[in-house]
């Protein structure tokens, strides 16, 4: 099991890119294959689109990543508290539709008051034979 990494940058679209490359870069070094660290880049970039969404400018995404042998957990957040979220009918909608079809676990939840996306891409399960 590798060490968890936490990454935060500034809650604006221009810094997606750093979130979405360190991911990947993550991702690769552990066997998740190539389509699936693409698929996990997608998936990253849909739910921090989704969390600036909420308009909290002059705030900050805050990720985890926590990889192990089975596969990595991207946490991601937006340092904004609200009382509640998901929004009802948030699960109905296309950008999620999109990311969980990309990952093989996906959630939305609130920690400590801030908005969470969960995101679990596993590894490639090695051939039996």
Do not use: N
Not at 9 to 23: D, I, K, L, N, Q
Not at 48 to 54: K, V
Request: overall charge negative.
């Amino acid at each position: 099991m590798e060490t968890p990494i936490s990454l935060s940058v500034p809650a604006e679209t221009g810094y997606v890119h750093v979130v979405r490359s360190v991911t990947a870069g993550v991702a690769a070094r552990l066997a998740i294959g190539f389509d699936d660290v693409d698929d996990l880049r997608i998936a990253v970039t849909e739910a921090c689109a989704r969390l600036l969404s909420l308009g909290t400018a002059g705030r900050r995404l805050v990720i985890g990543l926590s990889p192990a042998d089975d596969g990595l957990t991207v946490a991601i957040e937006i340092d904004a508290e609200l009382a509640a979220w998901p929004f009802e009918g948030s699960r109905e909608t296309l950008a999620w539709q999109v990311i969980s079809g990309l990952v093989d676990e996906a959630s939305e939840e609130l920690r400590d008051g801030r908005p969470t996306i969960v995101l679990t891409k596993r590894t490639v399960s090695p051939d039996p034979r």
